[in-house]
């Protein structure tokens, strides 16, 4: 059975940092690559980072670049986004996703919230 949890999320001020974890079960882990994308009230899901299946290569969105990193560990199959100099705007749910990189195989988790605010 699959599963994709995305534990981590919550309220921190501006300035602040938040790292979390995207823990996988059920799947090949290093076959899939993994993304992040978040989704604002009122706003579509976008995509936030995206970390190649072996880690050797990442990808950012432009309002994320240089405060976000996201990286993998393929031994605890888990996949994490830090975030560092967090803004307003980056209040969002957060969610979890792996792609089968031979197919359009994909699982989703379930998000988790993160409130920047003062």
């Known amino acids: 059975q699959v599963h994709v949890v995305e534990p981590g999320g919550g309220l921190v001020q501006p300035g602040g940092s938040l790292r979390l974890s995207c823990a996988a079960s059920g799947f090949t882990f290093n076959l899939y690559h993994m993304s992040w994308y978040r989704q604002a009230p009122g706003k579509e899901r976008e995509l936030v980072a995206t970390?190649?299946?072996?880690?050797?290569?990442?990808t950012y969105a432009d309002s994320v670049k240089g405060r976000f990193t996201i990286s993998r560990d393929n031994v605890k199959n888990t996949a994490y986004l830090q975030m560092n100099i967090l803004k307003p705007e980056d209040t969002a749910v957060y969610y979890c996703?792996?792609?089968?990189?031979?197919?359009?195989?994909?699982?989703w988790g379930q998000g988790t919230q993160v409130t920047v605010s003062s």
């Open positions: 970390i190649a299946n072996t880690g050797g290569s990442t």
């Open positions: 996703k792996a792609s089968f990189q031979f197919s359009t195989l994909n699982y």
